[in-house]
């Protein structure tokens, strides 16, 4: 596509609920991340794919969170027994590659807006 | 882990005035990438700088890497209200470790 493709874009559950954010990234991205941003705050490194290779997780912040990438490209990140303090704004961003000595800059969706009641 | 700090948290300056944001990382960098958000909005890249001392402009913005390469700083002059927005800075390692962010207001 275009650019990267977040849904839903406003997402209000109750707390206890499971939710799924999907992200889909630039055509021939290799490399997708997820960020969490409260408001007013900075960006909160979740998760890290590059191509076949395992996961980031390290900043996954408990095991309700996980996320998966299928086939190289879409990813969902799902919330279990969403809480409170899991509202925010859930963004996602691909490059081309890892390849940090080069122009490898990020792309970031719109975000999901994420209001646990 | 690595640590990327950026101040001041918060700038108002009046329209017309320059305005600076600093970076600093515990510890040293690959290369460093500077991200622009608007209110309501998501960031967009600015610009990266790879080699120590390097300095790049982009009209009214100025851009530096430390000789470390464990800080950076953008300096915009002569701020106009389009410049409004968060300023992070994203530091290379495992994977991007962004700053905390500046936010700039402008006042007309």
């Known amino acids: 596509g275009a650019g990267v493709s977040q849904s839903p874009s406003n997402k209000v559950t109750e707390k206890g609920k499971d939710v799924e954010l999907r992200c889909d990234p630039i055509?021939?991205?290799?490399?997708l991340y997820w960020y969490r941003q409260s408001l007013g705050q900075g960006l909160e490194f979740l998760i890290y794919?590059?191509?076949?290779?395992?996961?980031?997780k390290s900043g996954l912040p408990s095991d309700r969170f996980s996320a998966e990438r299928t086939g190289g490209s879409v990813s969902t990140l799902t919330i279990q027994r969403t809480q409170q303090e899991d509202s925010a704004v859930y963004l996602c961003?691909?490059?081309?590659?890892?390849?940090?000595?080069?122009?490898?800059?990020?792309?970031f969706g719109s975000g999901t807006q994420l209001s646990v009641l | 882990g690595q640590q990327v700090m950026q101040i001041p948290q918060y700038q108002h300056v009046q329209e017309g005035e320059d305005f600076t944001t600093y970076c600093n990382s515990s510890t040293t960098l690959s290369n460093i990438q500077w991200y622009k958000q608007r209110p309501g909005g998501h960031p967009v890249f600015l610009i990266q700088?790879?080699?120590?001392?390097e300095v790049k402009k982009q009209k009214r913005l100025t851009f530096q890497f430390g000789e470390a390469k464990k800080n950076s700083s953008l300096h915009i002059t002569a701020t106009q209200t389009t410049d409004v927005g968060t300023y992070f800075c994203a530091g290379s390692g495992n994977q991007f470790y962004f700053g905390t962010g500046t936010s700039l207001t402008v006042i007309p």
């Open positions: 055509s021939g991205h290799t490399a």
């Open positions: 961003a691909s490059s081309l590659s890892r390849q940090w000595a080069t122009n490898e800059k990020l792309f």
């Open positions: 794919f590059q191509g076949n290779s395992a996961p980031d």
């Open positions: 700088l790879v080699k120590s001392g």
